[in-house]
């Protein structure tokens, strides 16, 4: 055999390898990929144990695929589980350091473990690699009002609905930052045009029935708390403010059982206390407003809260001369 037909031949067998090679790697990718997607459809549908546990086999083969580990980061944010989910969007980062959504995804994960000073360096470097992202607009916003830096807060979260005007968590986001600064009817003109789009989105219901207090009106916050704790009757703070409309709307018996929910979970809180105390006393109930103005007076008086033994103290004294 000459040669150039030994080379030829040569050639072709190792055409051959590179064509079954690359088709067995190619396969390879098909499959990852199709695990991935079916991890993704899970977590779409709710189902993020299973997607979580596919993600765990997947990735003991594939420890550094940044898609799958964000995926499961995203699916222990929806468990509730967001030290886990910081651990994978960190490895995700690590793989990919220029994966925007990994590190706004920490920041929010960060959010929710209240570490709002590892947040914001996050989701700093997630606006400079996807400056158009609403999502890490929204989720600096979060920070930013957290930390208490409310005119920072409003820039972001403007910018989260600029980029986004129809994204109901950013017109919610900027309609609670409103609030904190006062301006309510604007808060309430965002918080209205998020439910128009969700109308089941919590933040929104929340802020905007916040704003029905501030404005006085009981009944439609009273309409809008009942809402939410049909949703979720476990939401104390929702508890508290309903039991304010009610008890301006005269509905006491149904304000004083609101305001108990809200003392059970909220030992400490002298507003609790306070709270349950003017409804007793609007109630007729003098003994039991005198016991939970103590109550309140001695917990303000812990936290050295000026204002609130100022209140306590002022409705001893109208209680006291009422008996």
């Known amino acids: 055999m000459s040669s150039s037909i030994r080379t030829k031949s040569l050639f072709v067998a190792m055409s051959v390898v ?21 991890a993704e459809a899970l977590g779409k549908a709710g189902k993020d144990e299973e997607a979580v546990k596919l993600l765990t086999a997947y990735l003991a083969t594939h420890p550094k695929d940044a898609r799958a580990l964000v995926d499961r980061g995203d699916s222990y944010m929806d468990l509730d589980r967001a030290k886990d989910a910081v651990r994978d ?7 990919n350091p220029d994966y925007a959504y990994a590190w706004s995804s920490r920041c929010d994960a960060y959010n929710q473990l209240g570490n709002y000073n590892a947040a914001l360096p996050d989701c ?34 403007s910018l989260a609905v600029n980029i986004d005007p129809n994204s109901s968590q950013s017109l919610a986001m900027r309609c609670r930052v409103l609030f904190a600064l006062g301006r309510y009817d604007s808060a309430d003109q965002d918080c209205l045009a998020a439910l128009a789009i969700e109308p089941d989105l919590y933040r929104a219901q929340f802020w905007h029935a916040r704003v029905a207090i501030e404005q006085e009106h009981w009944a439609a916050a009273d309409a809008t708390f009942s809402k939410i704790l049909a949703a979720d009757d476990r939401d104390t703070s929702s508890h508290y403010w309903r039991a304010i409309a009610r008890m301006h709307l005269g509905k006491n018996d149904g304000a004083l059982s609101d305001a108990g929910v809200y003392v059970q979970s909220h030992l400490e809180d002298g507003d609790g206390y306070y ?49």
């Open 124 to 157: 700093s470097k997630a606006l400079e690699l996807s400056p158009n992202s609403g999502y890490a607009a929204r989720t600096r916003a979060i920070t930013y009002d957290e930390l208490g830096d409310d005119q920072a807060a409003l820039k972001d979260a």
């Open 275 to 323: 709270l349950r105390a003017l409804i007793e006393q609007q109630m007729g109930r003098l003994k039991d407003a005198k016991d939970d103005a103590n109550l309140a007076l001695y917990r303000y008086k812990v936290v050295n809260d000026a204002a609130g033994m100022s209140r306590a103290n002022a409705l001893l004294g109208k209680l006291s001369a009422a008996q």
């Open 18 to 38: 590179a064509l079954l090679l690359w088709s067995g790697n190619a396969a390879r990718a098909d499959d990852a990929d199709h695990t991935v997607a079916k």
């Open 89 to 95: 969007y960190s490895a995700a980062i690590s793989a």
